[in-house]
C-alpha cells in the first residue's frame, strides 16, 4: 500500500500554481508518495501533473466535479490521461439525490458515465460521508450504492472518519466492500469536551492498528490521509499523520 496526502487538507494553499508548487513539496518533503487532487485552483491538468512529477508525487486519485463526470465524461477522462490517474472521483452526490424520492436516480444518472469510465481503463469512485449510513425504507444509502452499480463500474474511497460518525464500524465495512475500495481516506476521531472532532490519525480513538490490517486483507491499494478541518496548521496535521503512521503499513 502506499500512503498519499489528500489536498483537500492544503485547499486554501493550493488556488495558484506557485502555491500548489509549494504545498507539493512540502507534502513529499514529510515522505508522502501519492496525491489526491481535490479543490485545488484552476491550473491545467498537464501543469499539475508536471509539479507532482517535479516533487516525485504520484496522482491516484482525483475529486472532480459531478455535474463534468455527468455531462463532459470524455474530457474528464482524458484528463486524467494527462495525469496518470486511473481513479475518477465523486467526493459526495448531489444533494438533490439524497432523499427517499430521488436517490434511485442517481445510478440511472451516472451509470453510463460510469461505463464509460471502465471502458477507458478506470474506475469511478465514491467517497462517503456519515449520510450514507441513513436508511429509506430500512435499507442504508450505502447498500443501496453497492446494489446499484457492478464492482467494474463503481469503487469507493472509504473514509474512516466518516464511518464512524454515521455509528458503522469501520473494518466490517471494509469487509463488506473488499475489492471494491483501492483507495481509502484515513481520518482519525477524537474528542473535545462533547464534540467529536477530526484529529491527525493516530492522535484520536480510531483503531488503526486493526484498520490498516483489514486494509491489507480487502485489497486497499492507497492509503490517503485527509483532515477536513484541523486544529492549527494542516501541513502540520499531515505531518504528524505521517510520523504516527509509519511502521504500520
Not at 453510463?112 to 430500512?138: P, R, T, W
Not at 475500495?181 to 462533547?194: E, F, N, Q, T
Not at 478541518?229 to 499531515?238: K, M, N
Request: glycine share 8%; charged share 25%.
Amino acid at each position: 500500500m502506499t500512503l498519499g496526502a489528500q489536498l483537500f487538507t492544503l485547499r486554501d494553499y493550493t488556488q495558484t500554481e506557485k502555491d500548489l508548487d509549494y504545498s507539493l513539496g512540502r507534502v513529499a518533503a514529510m515522505g508522502y508518495e501519492t496525491v489526491q487532487i481535490s479543490a485545488i485552483g484552476p491550473i491545467a491538468p498537464q501543469r499539475v501533473r508536471e509539479l507532482c512529477d517535479q516533487h516525485g508525487l504520484r496522482i491516484v486519485l482525483t475529486h472532480t466535479d459531478p455535474n463534468r463526470i455527468l455531462n463532459d465524461t470524455e474530457a474528464v477522462i482524458a484528463e486524467h490521461d494527462v495525469m496518470g490517474c486511473d481513479y475518477i472521483g465523486i467526493g459526495m452526490m448531489p444533494k438533490k439525490y439524497l432523499s427517499q424520492e430521488w436517490l434511485w436516480h442517481f445510478a440511472d444518472d451516472y451509470r453510463e458515465a460510469a461505463k464509460k469510465i471502465a471502458a477507458a481503463g478506470k474506475l469511478l469512485m465514491y467517497h462517503n460521508h456519515s449520510v450514507e449510513f441513513q436508511k429509506f425504507d430500512g435499507k442504508l444509502v450505502f447498500e443501496t450504492l453497492m446494489e446499484s452499480f457492478a464492482p467494474e463500474e463503481l469503487g469507493f474511497t472509504l473514509d474512516t472518519y466518516w464511518v464512524q460518525m454515521g455509528g458503522a464500524d469501520v473494518c466490517r465495512w471494509m469487509e463488506r466492500l473488499s475489492g471494491r475500495i483501492p483507495c481509502i481516506h484515513l481520518k482519525d476521531m477524537a474528542v473535545h469536551g462533547w464534540d467529536s472532532v477530526m484529529a491527525p490519525v493516530g492522535e484520536g480513538n480510531l483503531e488503526f492498528d486493526a484498520i490498516l490490517e483489514a486494509a491489507k486483507r480487502c485489497g486497499v491499494k492507497h492509503l490517503l490521509v485527509e483532515q477536513d478541518i484541523c486544529q492549527g496548521s494542516p501541513f502540520d496535521c499531515l505531518e504528524r499523520s505521517f510520523k504516527n503512521l509509519q511502521g504500520k503499513y
